[in-house]
């Protein structure tokens, strides 16, 4: 069985072909990223017309890639939110005709979940229930896992996704966009402990969150402390410290859930999730709570279209399909 994954959820534009055993033949990714830079984020409209114009040569490249053609595909899979609605129509559309023309089943895959599923598919040993922390530029969710068909949210973002801090505090900084990765770079060669900066854990039982504070602290820090803009050792160390309370608060009410659900395995997925002092914290931590965790492989960690064949191709084995009504939903969460 071969599967095809289509994912334009966002601003890459992926075609992946797996195998029965999720074996990956072909993992394409092309991103609109350098068209939105001097805007400091993401333009919809740009994104959307990129899609349009690179998705069928992201096809051709993954069928040559995979060496198959077209009639070899056995299932289409497709995200089909949560997203920008243009830009998800172009991937939904796109699997479609692909399915009608070539009479083969087709499923919608829900992004967040897919994300998690990016771990599961690197480490195919975990079992369930496992405690899933989902972490990328638009959502900040932990989740309780069942099995692959049964999610439950417990607890998400109440303003900013962690991903969406690390970006606008980049911006701050002057440090460009996407900030994740800029600030990963610079807070290695900076002090953690230099800046105290806030943590915000809202009520001691809630496993929400909320990165707004913490940006606008790294905002008024430096009005307050440089009359001119801090110098590069003054970024790192910003960059650092402001890196590592995202990191502890994470890290903290995702263990919260693992206690509080009695669960000893947390699955970690979202493009926050390639941050390595991330995981060297977290893996850290997790060992003295005696919690086994688990990461995608760092390529499965940003947008990508193989977990999203991964997710859809085990949906259909038990028995899901979609139909030609599938529609984008911009706004789809966990359930
Ligand atoms: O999952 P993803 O690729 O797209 C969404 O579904 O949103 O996540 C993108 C987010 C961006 O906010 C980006 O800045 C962040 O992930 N990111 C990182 C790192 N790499 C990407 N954040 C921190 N450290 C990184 N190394
Ligand atoms: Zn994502």
Same mark, same amino acid.
């Given at each position: 069985?071969?599967?095809?994954g289509?994912?334009?959820?966002?601003?890459e534009?992926?075609?992946?072909v797996?195998?029965?055993k999720?074996?990956?033949?072909?993992?394409?990714?092309?991103?609109?990223?350098?068209?939105?830079?001097?805007?400091?984020?993401?333009i919809?409209?740009?994104?959307?017309r990129?899609?349009?114009?690179?998705? +069928?040569?992201?096809?051709?490249?993954a069928?040559?890639?995979a060496?198959?053609?077209?009639?070899?595909?056995?299932?289409?899979?497709?995200t089909?939110?949560?997203?920008?609605?243009?830009?998800?129509?172009? +991937?939904?559309?796109?699997?479609?005709?692909?399915?009608?023309?070539?009479k083969?089943?087709?499923i919608?895959?829900?992004?967040?979940k897919?994300?998690?599923?990016?771990?599961?598919?690197?480490?195919?040993?975990?079992?369930?229930p496992?405690?899933?922390?989902?972490?990328?530029?638009?959502?900040?969710?932990?989740?309780?896992?069942?099995?692959?068909e049964?999610?439950?949210?417990l607890?998400?973002?109440?303003?900013?996704a962690?991903?969406?801090?690390?970006?606008? $505090?980049?911006?701050?900084?002057?440090l460009?966009y996407?900030?994740?990765?800029?600030?990963?770079?610079?807070?290695?060669?900076?002090?953690?402990?230099?800046?105290?900066?806030?943590?915000?854990?809202?009520?001691?039982?809630?496993?929400?969150?909320?990165?707004?504070?913490?940006?606008?602290?790294?905002?008024?820090?430096?009005?307050?402390?440089?009359?001119?803009?801090?110098?590069?050792?003054?970024?790192?160390?910003?960059?650092a410290s402001?890196?590592?309370?995202v990191?502890?608060?994470?890290?903290?009410?995702?263990?919260a859930?693992?206690?509080?659900r009695?669960?000893?395995?947390?699955v970690?997925?979202?493009? $926050?999730?390639?941050?390595?002092?991330l995981?060297?914290?977290?893996?850290?931590?997790?060992?003295?709570?005696?919690v086994e965790?688990?990461f995608?492989?760092?390529?499965?960690?940003?947008?990508?279209?193989?977990?999203?064949?991964?997710?859809?191709?085990?949906?259909?084995?038990?028995?899901?399909v979609?139909?030609?009504n599938?529609?984008?939903?911009?706004?789809?969460?966990?359930?």
């Open positions: 069985m071969l599967t095809l289509i994912e334009t959820s966002c601003d534009t992926a075609i992946a797996i195998n029965e999720e074996e990956i033949l072909a993992n394409i990714v092309t991103s609109s990223i350098p068209l939105h830079k001097k805007f400091g984020g993401i919809p409209e740009i994104a959307c990129f899609h349009v114009e690179y998705i +069928g040569h992201c096809l051709e490249e069928l040559k890639k060496g198959i053609s077209l009639k070899d595909i056995d299932l289409i899979a497709v089909y939110g949560p997203g920008l609605v243009g830009a998800l129509l172009v +991937g939904i559309s796109f699997a479609k005709s692909l399915s009608w023309s070539l083969r089943p087709l919608g895959v829900n992004h967040l897919a994300h998690i599923y990016a771990a599961l598919m690197e480490h195919k040993i975990i079992k369930f496992v405690i899933g922390l989902i972490i990328s530029g638009g959502h900040t969710c932990l989740v309780y896992v069942l099995d692959i049964h999610f439950q949210l607890g998400q973002t109440r303003d900013d962690c991903g969406e801090a690390f970006d606008k $505090v980049a911006k701050i900084l002057g460009g996407p900030g994740g990765p800029m600030v990963e770079k610079r807070a290695r060669l900076g002090k953690r402990q230099k800046v105290k900066f806030p943590r915000t854990y809202l009520d001691t039982q809630s496993l929400d969150f909320s990165f707004s504070g913490v940006k606008t602290a790294v905002l008024y820090y430096i009005r307050d402390n440089f009359k001119n803009n801090p110098n590069r050792q003054e970024v790192n160390d910003i960059c402001f890196q590592e309370s990191i502890e608060v994470l890290a903290d009410k995702a263990l859930a693992c206690q509080k009695k669960i000893h395995r947390l970690v997925g979202g493009g $926050v999730s390639a941050n390595s002092r995981r060297e914290y977290f893996l850290q931590r997790s060992s003295l709570g005696k965790v688990y995608p492989c760092l390529n499965l960690s940003l947008d990508n279209a193989v977990m999203v064949a991964g997710l859809g191709q085990k949906l259909y084995k038990k028995g899901k979609s139909k030609f599938l529609t984008a939903e911009p706004n789809l969460g966990i359930k």
